[in-house]
């Protein structure tokens, strides 16, 4: 029997969503790899071979600086089928293959020239410096450099966020100088006309893309639905809800288990801002996000006046029931990883439902009642799993989640929790043997 297409409900057996988009997006890479290297064939040799190598990783660092763009441009139907923390891990990745890129492309030049002189490398390198075009691409150079150190693990940690954000909009400067270095290099743009449209084509089709999923939609968004606060409930000690209304909100795009950015004008700086899950389904008429406090900006929303406005980036994240396989559904939280879980309820039919609710103690269960209901609604089963790491209690081995859920292999299962929860999770559900199609993880952070 075929399943139904319905949200919460298995999608009919075609392409999954995650697959297309990925498909869609290493062919969009593949063919201008490709046409960037018949591009450098037909545009011929450059004054000496080490000169010509050096074209050839600077047309592709150009290529990847482009690819960095579309990653975080937040487009809605990349971000719905790959998730944003996906597309992220991919940006810190390709990242660093552009840092080593550009710096082979500097060095290779540099080395080209100073043979071309029979010059000092130091001496080839002040003297390229003084030329506009060479100086730009250095200079931009640099601000990957800088981007990519603090980027290191072991650097990134010791920032504070807001400090590590400031230091990667350097890299929109870095863009700035990159492409009028590469307009000033004219083998590159005017070796054809063919050349000269594609290189402009592709210029404007990333920035375009930038432009429009990180300024123009949130913008226009929030002056539509003209977002503000209507309630502020505590939850307990620690955890409160905002309810967010606003104008015609049933033409917001957002789903169950998605994430927007938000912003409280007015309770903390501009740049403050912080993802939260939606923590019901979105019904048209309302938003509600739930937090824990643990910042001071997450603490401080329990002051948000009632009336208040808020500026919302997002819906984002494809933690979604667009990803649905299979009939059962297994969903496994941690902590306030429940929020995504409890709006996917919502939209669950009555049927073949587990939940997997993961706290220290039922002290700290968030939104128990409320998940407790909606499972029994629909006739499934809720497990709370107590108890402290370390303490013997190990409730995500492969044998203890056999155990609970014998069919497991059988049903998507979805995940939010702590990173290393989450992470001790896809560990057991791959010893399970459940097909990596039916495994659906949230993973918090923008960085």
């Not at 029997?1 to 949200?7: D, F, G, L, N, V």
């Not at 600077?58 to 719905?80: E, S």
């Amino acid at each position: 029997m075929e399943a139904t297409s319905s949200q919460g409900r298995a999608r009919p057996r075609t392409v999954p969503p995650v697959v297309a988009a990925r498909w869609a997006l290493w062919t969009f890479v593949i063919v201008n790899l490709a046409i960037v290297e018949v591009l450098f064939l037909n545009a011929g040799t450059g004054q000496n071979g080490v000169l010509t190598v050096a074209k050839f990783f600077g047309l592709h660092a150009a290529v990847l600086l482009l690819f960095q763009l579309l990653l975080v441009a937040r487009l809605p139907w990349l971000d719905r089928r790959i998730g944003m923390d996906r597309l992220t891990v991919w940006h810190r990745w390709v990242g660093f293959t552009l840092l080593w890129t550009l710096l082979t492309h500097a060095v290779l030049v540099v080395l080209g020239f100073a043979r071309l002189d029979d010059a000092s490398m130091l001496k080839t390198f002040f003297a390229l410096a003084g030329v506009p075009a060479s100086l730009l691409g250095m200079l931009a150079a640099a601000i990957v450099v800088v981007v990519a150190s603090v980027s290191a693990r072991k650097v990134r940690r010791r920032l504070r966020y807001e400090t590590w954000h400031g230091l990667h909009l350097l890299l929109y400067v870095a863009l700035g100088l990159a492409f009028v270095h590469q307009l000033q290099e004219t083998t590159t743009f005017t070796s054809s006309a063919f050349a000269k449209i594609y290189w402009w084509a592709l210029w404007l089709f990333a920035f375009g893309a930038l432009v429009t999923g990180r300024i123009v939609v949130p913008l226009w968004r929030n002056a539509y639905h003209r977002f503000q606060v209507t309630a502020v409930v505590p939850e307990s000690d620690n955890v409160v809800s905002v309810h967010v209304t606003g104008r015609r909100l049933d033409r917001l795009p957002a789903r169950a288990g998605q994430f927007c950015i938000w912003r409280f004008p007015g309770h903390n700086h501009w740049w403050l801002a912080n993802p939260f899950s939606l923590s019901a389904a979105p019904d048209g008429r309302t938003l509600r996000l739930t937090a824990k406090a643990v910042g001071s900006a997450s603490a401080g929303l329990r002051q948000i006046p009632v009336g208040s406005r808020a500026f919302v980036e997002g819906p984002y994240g494809a933690f979604t029931s667009l990803h649905r396989t299979r009939p059962g559904a297994l969903l496994i939280a941690g902590g306030v990883g429940i929020t995504p879980v409890r709006a996917l309820l919502e939209e669950e039919p009555a049927g073949d439902v587990v939940v997997l609710y993961r706290v220290r103690s039922e002290h700290d269960a968030v939104l128990v009642d409320e998940v407790r209901d909606l499972v029994a609604d629909r006739g499934g089963e809720l497990h709370l799993l107590t108890g402290r790491t370390g303490e013997g209690s190990t409730p995500f081995e492969p044998d203890s989640l056999r155990a609970l859920v014998p069919d497991i292999a059988e049903r998507d299962v979805y995940v939010c929790g702590p990173p290393p929860m989450t992470s001790a999770v896809l560990s057991a559900l791959s010893g399970l043997k459940v097909p990596h199609r039916q495994v659906h993880a949230e993973r918090f952070g923008l960085a």
